[in-house]
C-alpha cells in the first residue's frame, strides 16, 4: 500500500497544535518556512473542517483542548501481541474520502492472506459514511475513523451476524477504558442513552463459500466539538462523545489498538464457533428489546415490539398479529403518546 496522504501545511499546523499550547503565528510559520498569511489560512481550513482553534491577538493559535494525533507506528506497538502476529500492513492518513473505500480499493493488489488483517485510520473524512450512505461528520482529531480489512478462508456461517459480533467486540473494547453504560442498537450501532457514540460499517467481498474478504469500518465520537454536534442534528441524529463522557483526552491510537484486539479474537472465535457466544453479550446490551420498534422497508413501514435476535442475529419483532425476522433494514424507535 502506497502512501495515501502527502503531509500538508493544514496537516503540519494540526500536529503543531495539538499539544494544546499557544503558538504564534510568526513561531508557525518560521518553523514551516512559509508566511503568516498562509499559517493564518491553514488555520481558517482547519476551523473549516470542524476544529475548534482560539485565535488570540499578539499571542498566537491554541487547540481548545489537546489531542494526540493518531501514528501508524503507536497503534502497531500498543497491539496486543497475537493480534500484533496477525497484522500485515497498517497506516494511518492525514485525510481520505472514506477509509472504507481506501482499504478496499487497496485490497484489489492483493487482499491479506487467510487469518490476517491491514488497517487503515485517518484524521479526517472528507465522505465518512454510515449506513444507508449516510454523511459520517467528525472534524480532524474529534473522533476514531478506523478501517480494517479481514480475510477468511472460507465464509462463515450466519455471515448477517457479522456486524453484531463487531458490534460486541467494540463494546469489550470500550469496556477496557471505561466502564461507559453502553448499549447496541440492530445491527451496528453504539448507543450512550439513545445518543450515538459509534458505529459499524462492513463491506463484505465473497465467492460462494469460499474465502471472504471483508472490510470493518469503526468510527467513534471522542471529541466533536459544539458545531460538529449541531451539523450532527442538523442531519437528524443525536450524537455524543467520550468527552462528554468524562474521557477528555483518549488516546486514540490506544483505542485503536483495542479495537483491532478484540476484533482479531472476535473474528477467529467466530470463525470458529458462529454467532452463539457472543448472543449473550449482545442481549445484555440490547437498546431495543421490549420497545415499540418501526422498520422501514422497501415495501413499508412494520411496527412493533422488538424481541430481541435469533441464533442467527435477525432482529425480531412482533407486531400486530405475527413475529417477524428482519436480516436488514433500518429500525427506529416508535415515540408512542
Known sequence: MSTLAAASLVQCVFDALSDGAVHSGEQLAAGHGVTRSAVWKAVGALQDLGVAIAATPNRGYRLAAPIVPLEAGRIRESLAPEARAR???????WSLASTNSALLAAAAGGEPPAGQ???LAAEFQSAGRGRNSRPWFAPPGGALCLSMGWSFASLPKSPAALSLVVGVCALRALAELSALPLRLKWPNDLMIDDRKLGGVLLELRAEGAGPAYVVIGIGINC????EVIRRVQAAGAEPTDLA???MRRCDRNHLAALLLGHCVRGLLEFEQAGFAPFAPEW????????RVVTVRLAEGDFVGHARGIDADGAL??????ALRRFNSGEV????VT
Request: aromatic content about 6%; charged content about 20%; hydrophobic content about 55%.
Open 283 to 290: 442481549a445484555a446490551a440490547d437498546a431495543l428489546a421490549g
Open 332 to 335: 427506529s424507535v416508535r415515540v
Open 244 to 246: 462528554a463522557l468524562g
Open 117 to 119: 488483517f491491514d488497517f
Open 316 to 321: 425480531c419483532v412482533h407486531g400486530a398479529d
Open 87 to 93: 497484522l500485515r500492513r497498517g497506516e494511518v492518513a
Open 223 to 226: 471529541a466533536l466539538g459544539i
